[in-house]
């Protein structure tokens, strides 16, 4: 299969790298030269471009993994093969999909959307690698104008990757989950890093659970405002939900409520626990 990948940056990278040895024909898109030129040293693409509007034609999928507004900018602008399919790893769904779908409604071309649960704190070809994908989540979206043997292909094409779980599920689904287990992360890990009063050096007292808390607050702020906007109700019901508990847990330790305090520790030890089965 050829198979292009638009944007090499660190989960367009990754792709590259995880295809490194299956057998497909894999080029590589980007507007920079120095990481097509490494990604093709490394082996990982057989050629690189800066547009790649004739290899995108030749193509039998392609995989586009920019900011959403950009991904739909790139469908708008190229032509792709008939008969191909397109697919994505963009972070919010409904919106985007609807958009993407009426860009594409006149073009013999799948569009099957997808979201690797695999991303890195860090930006850049140089940070991705293929073992962020080893044993990782992976969600297919499942559109009405989806056909089943795209979306059977697909899931096991991320699986062939080293993506270990993989759910198919609706746009509006998707967006409503991840406000909680993505977004919302990300927004409890820029505040706690904020608001630090910088009063000691901070680094100098720190272990594994700030370290672990605040791997993420290190962001990619053109990214994730877009993304934090695009789906900013089920991001903002989210938050109120972290913020009621938050009040609960506050108030136990206003009044010494060892009862409630406790139940709360077992409750959230035993969620934990089953995150892993």
Not at 142 to 161: G, R
Not at 204 to 211: A, E, L, N, T, V
């Amino acid at each position: 299969m050829i198979i292009t990948v638009v944007g090499l940056g660190v989960v367009g990278g990754s792709f590259v790298k995880a295809l490194k040895g299956q057998g497909h024909e894999v080029y590589g898109v980007d507007v920079d030269e120095e990481t097509l030129a490494r990604a093709k040293a490394d082996g990982c693409i057989k050629e690189g471009f800066v547009d790649g509007r004739e290899i995108i034609k030749r193509s039998d999928m392609t995989i586009i993994c920019l900011y959403p507004s950009l991904v739909l900018d790139y469908i708008k602008e190229h032509e792709f093969k008939k008969g191909s399919i397109i697919t994505d790893a963009v972070g919010v769904k409904t919106h985007f999909l609807n958009e993407a779908m009426n860009l594409l409604k006149d073009k013999d071309v799948e569009f099957v959307s997808g979201h690797p649960m695999a991303g890195r704190e860090n930006k850049g070809y140089l940070y991705a690698s293929k073992e962020v994908f080893q044993g990782a989540n992976y969600i297919l979206i499942q559109h009405e104008q989806n056909s089943k043997s795209a979306i059977a292909m697909m899931e096991q094409f991320v699986s062939n990757l080293g993506f270990h779980s993989v759910k198919i599920m609706s746009p509006q689904a998707h967006d409503e989950i991840i406000s909680f287990t993505s977004q919302l992360p990300h927004v409890i890990a820029v505040s706690l890093i904020d608001s630090d009063n910088q009063k000691y050096d901070t680094g100098k007292y720190i272990g594994d659970s700030y370290r672990d808390l605040t791997r993420i607050a290190n962001i990619n702020e053109d990214l994730w405002t877009e993304l934090f906007f695009t789906n900013k109700d089920n991001l903002l019901k989210s938050i109120q939900g972290f913020e009621d508990q938050l009040d609960i847990l506050k108030k136990a330790i206003k009044e010494e409520d060892s009862q409630t305090l406790k139940a709360m520790f077992i409750e959230s030890s035993k969620r934990r626990r089953n995150l892993e089965k």
